[in-house]
């Protein structure tokens, strides 16, 4: 009897272990597909909003790309301006790095300005040779000066990056204006610190009218994306994610797949603890003089042995 009463307890508790069990495998269902109807959501609403100003047509171009030989993902990010239909000149040259392993993020700004070698052409800036031959002519360039594999690109409309800001900060972003800025961009910044939208945010990282030039350019450029991508990071920016990235696709033309830019963007975001980007720029100091060619106009001449090595050891 005693047997039997032990018994039945045991089947009780096994039944509301049982019971307790899917009822929390049903409340995780709803929130997960809850959650991915938000995000479905938010992303067809951003893109949608964008749709209509978009000039990219997310047209892919060519771009033969290598795998790095040490596992990491190379990326290509150009941003070009595009308002005269044709998207044919670039100022913006980064390449951004994402190991898998360590989950380290790294970001190199190649000055415009940077006199190299272009493949089958004579010596220019390198931005020269996207204008000449688009992505894949860039991708060898860069190869060539530097001996970098480039896995992926990612041409950006920087329309995309202002209403990328407006979507996802409507009130903007924080940054600390050094000093009065004006000329070249239709905008006056006045010094401080200040709340900047999105193309008041383009406006000041495109800036080069002060003595720093493009030098400055590159450092404002680096530091806004860092600001952003601390915003991102915070619990009410990560729910701006699906919206953002829905807000920015037609404006962007790439050769990765979207399962591709999860696989890269997501360990970035949940890896909150290593996710710094750390940063270089070419060419690095004392490592060039400036010149003037007739063909080319003012550029910097590199002492290319000295920056192919120092960005390789800072990718490495």
């Known amino acids: 009897m005693e047997n039997s009463e032990r018994s ?23 929130i997960f597909l809850g959650m991915a109807a938000y ?23 060519e771009f033969n790309g290598v795998e790095d030989e040490f596992g990491k993902v190379n990326i290509l990010l150009l941003g070009v301006d ?26 190199v700004s190649i000055m415009r300005d940077s006199y190299v ?32 594999n ?5 041409l950006i409309d920087f329309d995309g990056f202002a209403a990328m800001v407006d979507t996802a900060f409507p009130e903007g972003i924080t940054v600390d204006v050094p000093q009065s800025m ?37 450092e404002r450029q680096q530091a806004v994306i860092k600001s952003i991508a601390d915003e991102v990071l915070t619990v009410q920016g ?29 360990p970035y975001f949940l890896n909150r603890n290593n996710n710094e980007i750390i940063t270089f720029r070419i060419p690095v100091d004392h490592s060039f003089e400036n010149r003037r060619y007739q063909h080319a106009g003012s550029v910097l001449e590199l002492d290319i042995e000295k920056n192919r090595t120092a960005l390789k050891e800072f990718l490495k």
């Not at 039945?8 to 709803?30: C, D, E, Q």
């Not at 010596?123 to 001996?147: P, Q, V």
């Not at 480039?150 to 990612?154: D, G, I, N, T």
């Not at 961009?185 to 010094?191: A, D, K, L, Q, S």
Request: hydrophobic residues 35%; charged residues 25%.
């Open 8 to 30: 039945t307890r045991i089947r009780n508790r096994r039944k509301g272990k049982r019971r307790v069990f899917f009822l929390l495998f049903w409340v995780l269902l709803l």
């Open 39 to 61: 995000f479905y959501y938010e992303y067809k609403k951003g893109m949608e909003n964008a749709q209509d100003e978009a000039n990219l047509n997310n047209e892919e171009f």
């Open 82 to 107: 595009s308002r005269d239909g044709r998207a044919s000149r670039t100022d913006t040259i980064m390449i951004a790095q994402y190991d898998p392993d360590t989950k380290e993020s790294k970001l």
């Open 117 to 148: 070698t272009i493949p089958g052409h004579r010596k220019n800036k390198i931005n020269a040779a996207y204008a000449i031959g688009g992505t894949e002519l860039l991708r060898k360039s860069i190869k060539e000066n530097f001996d970098v």
């Open 150 to 154: 480039l896995q992926y690109y990612a």
């Open 182 to 218: 004006y000329g070249g961009t239709g905008i006056t910044f006045n010094p401080g610190r200040q709340k900047l939208h999105g193309q008041e945010l383009l406006a000041y990282v495109r800036f080069r009218k002060d003595a720093q030039s493009d030098f400055g350019r590159v």
């Open 238 to 266: 990560v729910v701006k994610i699906p919206g953002m990235l829905g807000t920015i696709q037609p404006y962007i033309s790439t050769n990765m797949k979207k399962t591709t830019m999860l696989s890269i963007i997501s």
